[in-house]
């Protein structure tokens, strides 16, 4: 059997371990028994380059369609896997990037052994992680996979004059003390907390690549799409939620329980449409920036209005049952609007308006 054919089946096999993906456990549990079976079918592995014996997946540019699909089938079958996957391909994307040979190397053996990688990037409040005398020092969070990521690329402070930012790759053992984030609407699947790494190594040559390289464009806005491909496939549960909830209830012929799922189907399709383009432009080798850029900040806030639409569509068409767990789409609009929550949402819009606005005739 030829290379490409061993690939196209482990491919088939990934994407048939997620048409398959049981059921989001209890609320707050990590999901860790699906996470294993997905591991196992190859989940962690995709991204790894494909001359590393990897799919590509999210991180060379003919992997995009494949990274979009998996990241759209883990946000349908469970939203925290879903997360968590998303900060996998990031991270290891950075790798591939910015990292040498040698980093990228036993990067791509970690996650072929099953090492789960987060990105964390976030300091609480008042607080910067640093690195010194090749240990990190400080916290990093809220930060999703805690306790469970046993690698974690996480930008830090290296000192010196202009306080440089850099990328370290840090091994984790999943013990380091963890402050859960408390009182959090949804997402609580994720492992949400702020990870205490004192003393964590990172010594010179877990540094990846050069100061500033986590905010180097059109990466780091481009990345984006592949936030908006789990919440389309959230979107995507929702409207089959809907869609068996009133058939069982008898309601699927009322014309306005009707009217309603139509419009959570437009909204499910703009979302993947959206998504789609989004890929296919941030992919691209050799497109302009600035317009990649645009196209996704647009495409950012297009799968946010559209899964806004559907969740109000949703919840009127069952009224207090969506309200009511353990119905799923009460855990499901908690996730939902928990993860739309992404980053500096004005400013993208206002960027890609702007964009337009400022181009030639
Ligand atoms: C559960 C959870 C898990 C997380 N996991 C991770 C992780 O794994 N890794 C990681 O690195 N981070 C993580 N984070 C951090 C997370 O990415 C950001 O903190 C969070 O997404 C920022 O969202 P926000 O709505 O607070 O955005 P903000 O950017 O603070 O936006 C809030 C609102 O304020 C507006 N706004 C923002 N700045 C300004 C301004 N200067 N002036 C006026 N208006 C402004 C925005 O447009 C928006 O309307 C996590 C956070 C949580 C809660």
Redesign the pocket.
Known sequence: MNESSTAARRQAHLLDALRSAAAPEADCAFPAAEMARLTQAGLLAAPIPRRLGGLGAGTEPEGGGLAARLLILCGRANPAVGRLFE?HVNALRLIVRFGDQAQLRAACEDAAGGHLF?????DPPGECLRVRDGRLLGRK?????AGHCTRALVTADIGGEAGATCLFLAALTGREPVAP?SG?HG?RA?A?GVVTLDGVAAPADAQIGSAGDYLREPDFSCGAWRTSAVTAGMLDALAEMVRSHLVRRGQAGAPMQQARFGEILIARETAQLWVERACLLAEAEGGDPAAQIAYVNLARIAVESASLDALRHAQRSLGLAAFVAPHPLERLARDLT?YL???????VLLEASAWHLGRPE
């Open positions: 900060a987060g990105l964390w990037v976030t969070g809220p930060s999703s996979g984030v959090l997402m994720a949400n928990t929550r992404q980053p500096a949402p004005d400013s």
